[in-house]
């Protein structure tokens, strides 16, 4: 790993100083400050937000995460390598309201973007089970994105860089 990995934002304002009480709690892994350490998917995420409302731009805030600091303290983190079981049930949870995501200070793992997005909303609704809804998603790609839950993460080793109209 290292020391200093590149983090984006994608959003349609700058934003040096984040918040993780700020944000919906129903998102894939609930109310958190949420990057990825794809450029790409920031930027469509961006666009995405810009022109969902009037007269916004499309920016993308890009941060240096001191992953040698943040690795010799322990935090509570739940990592998802894959679209399992486990990452369904979790983002289903959190779409339902039961916020499966209150004890973790850092969750990691794949994005419910427009592809996945169809079959989580299929199992959430009950048309597919879990296995026919686990059968889709093993076929997507991996879409990389970290929720912060904790103040003190941001506080301590995220540093914000620029922000970037794309």
């Not at 049930?89 to 039961?98: E, N, Q, Y």
Request: hydrophobic letters at 40%; one cysteine or more; a negative charge.
């Amino acid at each position: 790993m290292e020391k200093n990995e590149i983090l984006y934002h994608g959003g349609i304002v700058e934003v040096k100083a984040p918040l993780v009480n700020v944000g919906r709690p129903d998102l894939d892994f609930g109310q958190g400050f949420y990057v990825t350490n794809n450029r790409e998917q920031a930027e469509k995420w961006a666009v995405a937000k810009a022109s969902r409302r009037k007269d916004q731009k499309a920016v993308v805030n890009v941060y240096r995460f001191d992953t040698e600091a943040f690795s010799s303290v322990k935090y509570a983190m739940k990592v998802f390598d894959e679209y399992n079981r486990d990452w369904l049930d979790f983002v289903a949870d959190s779409r339902k309201g039961k916020s499966p995501w209150m004890n973790w200070d850092w969750i990691e793992g794949g994005i419910a973007n427009d592809s996945v997005i169809t079959t989580v909303d299929a199992y959430v609704d009950g048309f597919i089970t879990s296995e026919q809804a686990i059968d889709r998603l093993v076929k997507e790609e991996l879409h990389h994105q970290i929720c912060i839950r904790n103040q003190e993460i941001i506080d301590r080793y995220l540093v914000f860089e620029k922000c970037e109209e794309i």
